[in-house]
């Protein structure tokens, strides 16, 4: 268990829409990912989150976005849903062990836009 | 850019045979980290094993080694002992360490299909 959990599990909407993703992960792990994995694709680094700043972007349009909470909560945010928004989005929290730091991931949200 | 190629989509393995995933990257940044994570069908990415590019040995986690060469740029994944367990999907990921100050992007490659029979 990585103690990262994210909601919902499954997601349907529909194109033109906006939709908000949740990731919860453990104290003390201030560094949140966050990255979309299309069908029978490696995952793609949307943006980072540290300290409730963003940290780092990948090449995704403005319409995502995201939020951090200093609960160690965050959001994605998709506005004007497209259909190549379907994909498996999962949530990466960082904790630092033996002087390594990894990131632990979230089970996912399984999104499909129609 | 940096890059990371996983040239097997899929493998097959016998049940308590070892098998080896191949990975290799390309990156001109002398400091990085090298990951190898697996995804069962329920979609969770798993962490296995890590490789620092200073480390002088390889790594090594209980069924799982990495089989590190730095000259020539891989860094594949050897299961040893395999189980019908290991049956998912295994991606080998490359930390960039130097984006913009953010130090934990990690940049995957396309996966590596294990099935294990018995």
């Known amino acids: 268990e990585t103690g990262v959990t994210q909601s919902p599990t499954h997601l349907i909407k529909t194109r033109g829409q906006q939709v908000t993703l949740r990731c919860s992960s453990q104290?003390?792990?201030?560094?949140v990912s966050w990255y979309q994995q299309a069908l029978g694709q490696g995952p793609q680094f949307i943006f980072q989150y540290y300290r409730e700043e963003e940290n780092g972007r990948g090449n995704f349009p403005p319409r995502f976005s995201g939020l951090q909470f200093p609960n160690y909560s965050s959001e994605l945010n998709v506005n004007a849903l497209e259909l190549d928004d379907s994909a498996l989005y999962l949530c990466?929290?960082?904790?630092?062990?033996?002087?390594?730091?990894?990131?632990?991931f979230g089970p996912g949200t399984r999104l499909l836009v129609l | 850019a940096q890059k990371i190629t996983q040239t097997q989509p899929g493998m097959f393995v016998q049940e308590k045979e070892a098998v080896t995933l191949d990975c290799t990257y390309d990156?001109?940044?002398?400091?990085?980290?090298l990951f190898w994570y697996k995804q069962p069908s329920s979609g969770e990415m798993i962490f296995l094993i890590y490789q620092g590019s200073y480390d002088q040995q390889n790594a090594t986690e209980g069924r799982y080694s990495l089989n590190f060469q730095k000259a020539r740029k891989s860094a594949n994944l050897v299961i040893s002992a395999s189980q019908l367990g290991d049956s998912a999907m295994y991606f080998c990921?490359?930390?960039?360490?130097?984006?913009?100050?953010?130090?934990?992007?990690?940049?995957f490659g396309t996966g590596t299909l294990l099935a294990v029979q018995p």
């Open positions: 990156t001109s940044d002398p400091s990085y980290g």
């Open positions: 990466a929290s960082s904790l630092v062990i033996a002087g390594q730091e990894t990131q632990y």
């Open positions: 990921a490359m930390r960039e360490e130097n984006y913009g100050g953010a130090t934990n992007k990690l940049i």
């Open positions: 104290s003390g792990h201030n560094t």
